[in-house]
């Protein structure tokens, strides 16, 4: 039988009191009580992380003096592309060194590519390569996967990695090396006790420094904020009081921002931990046309009717729609120790339709496959 319900109303951001640290943009967001949700990056089709020698100046993956001549024609593709179609497919990222991780004169380069159809997660591939191969790699990984088996040979086969992506880059947002580092510092004293399933990794600016401490959790590609040092066994273990979510789960990059990431945080808190294995997809079957464009040529729609449908590891599967609403704005400032700010769009699940199908009921409903 479809259940028909009101989307769930999280009281988890009451505003907070004002503090002396209220000049980092993450402080002020948790103050005004900023909801993470719908803020999980783009549905990326590749994220690439490439070891790269700390210090990380602001724009670095711009600086010919630092980047090989591949990564920035990687960036100007990913310039290009936006400019094109304000579509996001890569992502490429900077870790640090680590003395456990790292090999020297050599560079860890870690792909992550988004599978055709439904997912639960990314898969990976990952390299270590002489220094000099990192910037012909990292641009095999985005745009020329045919040269991949070129570096057949520095392939890493590690099995089932779980690595935990914080960023620390200061020199985009000084909450990011304040909040940032002491949230990487326990994940990695938890990492090195975890066999080697576990890693945890310092990375460059992914966006969403007001959501600081933030991190990317891979495969799953699922983003979350406001990671202090007492929210890291939570995380790393899946196991804790899923009523917590909302307060830290900015959203999913399997899935577009920000109508489906916030019906798909919604039914990860009703699912439970189990939910990080249903294999998903979604769309949007109807939105808001009245939004008109800003300056840049963005369009914020207020309304969105979306469809996700699921798999779950039983097989059992099933269609959810809903109607997704933007109910508020709240303004807090973008960038640490600046006097700017942002109105952020904030979403609530007006109402959901969970309905189980059978198989022969899939293609008739245009889910899974």
Known sequence: MPMLTKGTVHREYAMTPTTTESRFCSVCARQAGLSPAGYGGAAYETIIA?????????????????????????MQHIRDEYERSHTLRIRPLGIAPDPDYSVAGMRRVIGWQRPHGPIAQFSRSEYLVPEEQLGPLVYA???????????????????????????????????CSKFGYPAYAELRRIAADSGGRLRAW????????VFAPTLIDMPHGSYWAYIEPEAVEWLVSRTGDIT???????????????????????????????WLQYAKSGRILAQDETAQPDEHGHAEPTWAEVQLDYRAPDGTCGAVTARIELTAHI????????AETYPYPQYVVAWLRDELLHPADLHQHGGIR
């Open 50 to 74: 490439a070891e790269l020698p700390l210090p990380w100046p602001r724009l670095m993956f711009g600086d010919s003096e630092r980047m090989p001549p591949e990564i920035l024609a990687v």
């Open 141 to 175: 990984l985005a745009l020329a996967p045919e040269r991949l088996a070129d570096f057949a040979a520095f392939r890493q086969e590690l099995g089932d990695v779980r690595d935990l992506l914080v960023c620390t880059h200061g020199s985009v947002d000084a909450a």
């Open 202 to 209: 310092r990375t460059t600016h992914f966006g969403g420094h």
């Open 244 to 274: 917590r979510l909302p307060q830290y789960y900015r959203g999913w990059a399997g899935l577009p921002a920000p109508f489906l990431q916030v019906l798909e945080r919604e039914l990860f808190v009703r699912y439970g931990w189990t």
């Open 331 to 338: 303004e807090v400032i973008h960038t640490s120790g600046e």
